[in-house]
C-alpha cells in the first residue's frame, strides 16, 4: 500500500518561508503524479501545485505560481514544496497526495484525481 508523508511544517512569520516534504513508501511511485494540497480554516481543500512522475511537467495554481516551487527527488522518496514570503493567507493545512494516473494540467489540481494521501502538515503564517 502506497504511504505518504508530510512534514516541515510549523510557525513562521510572515515573509518567512518554509520547505514542506513528502516522503513516500512506494517503490513504483516515482511513476506517479504527485501534488500538494492545502485545506484553509472553514474553506474546502484545493491543490496548489503538482509534478508529473519524472519531473518534467509542473502545474500552479493561480495563487502559488509566483511563490511556490514543486520538486521530487525519487532517489529520496520526497517530494518538496518550497513556498516562499508567506502570507497569513498562506495558514493552512498542507497535504501531499499521488496517482497512478496520467499528468494533466487540467486534472492534476482536482481532489478526485488522487487515491493516495498524505496526513497533512499544519502551516501557520503570523502576521
Known amino acids: 500500500e502506497v504511504q505518504l508523508q508530510a512534514s516541515g511544517g510549523g510557525l513562521v512569520k510572515a515573509g518567512g518561508n518554509l520547505t514542506l516534504s513528502c516522503l513516500h513508501s512506494e517503490f513504483h511511485l516515482p511513476l506517479y503524479s504527485l501534488t500538494w494540497f492545502h485545506q484553509a480554516p472553514g474553506k474546502e481543500r484545493e491543490g496548489v501545485s503538482c509534478i508529473n512522475s519524472n519531473g518534467a511537467y509542473t502545474h500552479y495554481s493561480n495563487s502559488a505560481k509566483f511563490q511556490f516551487t514543486i520538486t521530487r527527488d525519487d532517489a529520496k522518496n520526497t517530494v518538496y514544496l518550497q513556498m516562499n514570503s508567506l502570507g497569513p493567507e498562506d495558514t493552512a493545512v498542507y497535504y501531499c497526495?499521488?496517482?497512478?494516473?496520467?499528468?494533466?494540467?487540467?486534472?492534476?489540481?482536482?481532489?478526485?484525481?488522487?487515491?493516495?494521501w498524505g496526513q497533512g502538515t499544519q502551516v501557520t503564517v503570523s502576521s
Open positions: 497526495a499521488a496517482t497512478p494516473s496520467a499528468f494533466s494540467v487540467d486534472r492534476c489540481l482536482r481532489e478526485s484525481e488522487y487515491i493516495y
